[in-house]
């Protein structure tokens, strides 16, 4: 499936250059959504992380004539959505106050506590599990832009090491570094957490 969508984003790519705008808006229907999704881990602002993500394709557009298929499009066009994401957040446009729902774009593939559990928990269960998640999304609010960027495209974007790395132009080693410290950092967050759901409750 992974290599269907490969040749087929290809085939749409080599479109697009043709001038078939028409297969460049097939790209947009296919990606806005992880597009966005990525770059609201960011910008915590649904609105202008909406606009992030327009000018991500608006830029992708102006520079897809330059594409040469060397990395996959989708990596490439990560690499578009992580750097426009920063120049945002170093532009420091605004700084609101988001509601944890807004925050996640109330996307069906965000966390969700009651997805995780059987009929069989109790309402204690349910609370500990929403008081994991939560304690999940703040850790990964917490971290360093740098780790922030690198967990989220591998846990959540599911990519690779090397698309990582190829998105955020660093070597694997400082990719893998990264990860290696918001795992920590996000763990031991958890960890009261955990022993507390080990303890008195159970």
């Known amino acids: 499936m992974v290599e269907q969508d490969t040749q087929s984003d290809a085939v749409l790519v080599q479109q697009v250059q043709a001038g078939?705008?028409?297969?460049?808006d097939l790209l947009v229907a296919k990606y806005q959504r992880r597009i966005y999704r990525l770059v609201l881990r960011f910008i915590r602002d649904p609105a202008l992380a909406e606009d992030v993500a327009q000018e991500t394709f608006l830029r992708a557009y102006r520079a897809i004539g330059q594409f040469r298929g060397e990395s996959q499009f989708y990596t490439w066009l990560y690499r578009i959505a992580v750097n426009t994401a920063k120049k945002a957040i170093s532009d420091d446009i605004?700084?609101?106050?988001?509601?944890?729902?807004?925050?996640?774009g109330h996307d069906e593939e965000t966390f969700s506590p009651t997805e995780l559990l059987t009929n069989h928990e109790t309402p204690e269960s349910i609370l500990v599990s929403k008081e994991i998640v939560q304690t999940v999304n703040a850790a990964m609010e917490s971290l360093p832009?740098?780790?922030r960027m690198a967990i989220t495209l591998r846990e959540i974007e599911g990519l690779s090491y090397e698309d990582i790395a190829e998105a955020m132009q660093c070597p694997i080693g400082t990719v893998r570094s990264r990860?290696?410290?918001?795992?920590e950092a996000i763990a031991e967050r958890l960890r009261p957490v955990i022993e507390h759901k080990g303890g008195k409750r159970w």
């Open 20 to 24: 078939q705008q028409k297969a460049f």
């Open 94 to 104: 605004r700084d609101p106050t988001v509601s944890e729902g807004d925050a996640l």
């Open 145 to 147: 832009e740098d780790l």
């Open 179 to 183: 990860i290696f410290r918001a795992r």
